[in-house]
């Protein structure tokens, strides 16, 4: 038994910009979690708004890091991947997935944003992605990768609830018993993150208030928070309006300061509110 719950994420470095493992390491070590890293690339900077970044992937470290910590006998209680730099990478987290069965397997589906593929994601990534998926415990896409994984186009147009119920049924279909899709614009004009538990057949449904701005990272930052609350023992839609509600304070607080959107929001300022106590009841049952 660990002191502490263990995560092993499995995700990138990026030096500069604010997300991957520069976001998850704070945001889960301040919910009192701790955090090992199991980088999958090591980059100058995220690959929005930075220009030529520099990359290296770290496949081949993958398996010996894992094989180390089967011999010095290393648990976890959460195996929790994200961006990977190359194909094979899905396998990697496979075996680590196959290591701790008893592990809370949490797959944020990392390939794009705002409709579009990130450079570094090939086709045969993306395709490879779906056999994570179909392993998962609980997947985090946001709208763009959840159209990739049903092979769908990016819809155009706002979603009804019928829609988006769908959306959430259909990938949970293919594996996880828990899907949230974040950044849903819904039909009545309120963005939204939703969620499904397939074993209890539920939706939900918490909104936000969006600014006028894109701060790459925010992603990294939901899934870490609703990762560590649900760790910490939160029902799902508890989970998702703790992590709905810390992602709108940053967001709004880097908003406020009328920073770099490149930079990512300003984590330095906002974790402190991770550590106060907090109530969270924001959500509707759909
Ligand atoms: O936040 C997602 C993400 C993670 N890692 C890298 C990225 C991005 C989004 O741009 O570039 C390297």
């Known amino acids: 038994m660990n002191e502490y719950k263990r995560v092993a994420a499995i995700h990138d470095i990026s030096g500069v910009g604010r997300c991957s493992l520069s976001v998850i390491i704070p945001t889960m070590s301040v919910m009192g979690i701790q955090v090992c890293a199991v980088p999958t690339a090591v980059l100058s900077a995220h690959t929005n708004g930075f220009g030529d970044v520099v990359m290296k992937d770290m496949t081949e470290y993958i398996p010996e890091a894992l094989s180390h910590y089967k011999t010095a006998g290393v648990g976890f209680d959460c195996i929790y991947s994200g961006f990977l730099a190359s194909a094979r990478q899905v396998s990697l987290c496979l075996d680590f997935f196959s290591a701790y069965p008893d592990a809370l397997k949490i797959v944020d589906p990392v390939m794009g944003d705002n409709g579009k593929r990130y450079k570094t994601y090939t086709a045969e990534m993306c395709e490879c992605m779906a056999e994570l998926v179909a392993a998962a415990d609980v997947i985090t896409p946001n709208l763009t990768e959840a159209s990739i994984l049903l092979g769908e186009e990016y819809p155009v147009s706002q979603l009804s609830l019928s829609e988006v119920k769908s959306m959430l049924v259909k990938l949970s279909g293919k594996g996880p018993e828990t899907v949230v899709i974040t950044s ?103």
């Open 184 to 286: 849903v614009p819904m039909a009545d004009g309120k963005n939204s993150n939703v969620g499904y538990d397939k074993k209890n057949n539920a939706f939900w449904r918490v909104t936000y208030e969006k600014v006028p701005k894109h701060y790459p990272g925010t992603g990294d930052l939901f899934a870490s928070v609703l990762t560590g609350g649900l760790l910490l023992g939160d029902s799902l839609p508890i989970a998702i309006s703790r992590a709905t509600s810390f992602c709108e304070y940053a967001i709004k607080t880097t908003f406020g300061y009328g920073t770099n959107a490149r930079e990512g929001v300003m984590l330095e300022k906002c974790l402190p509110l991770l550590t106060t106590p907090q109530s969270f009841m924001d959500y509707t049952s759909l």
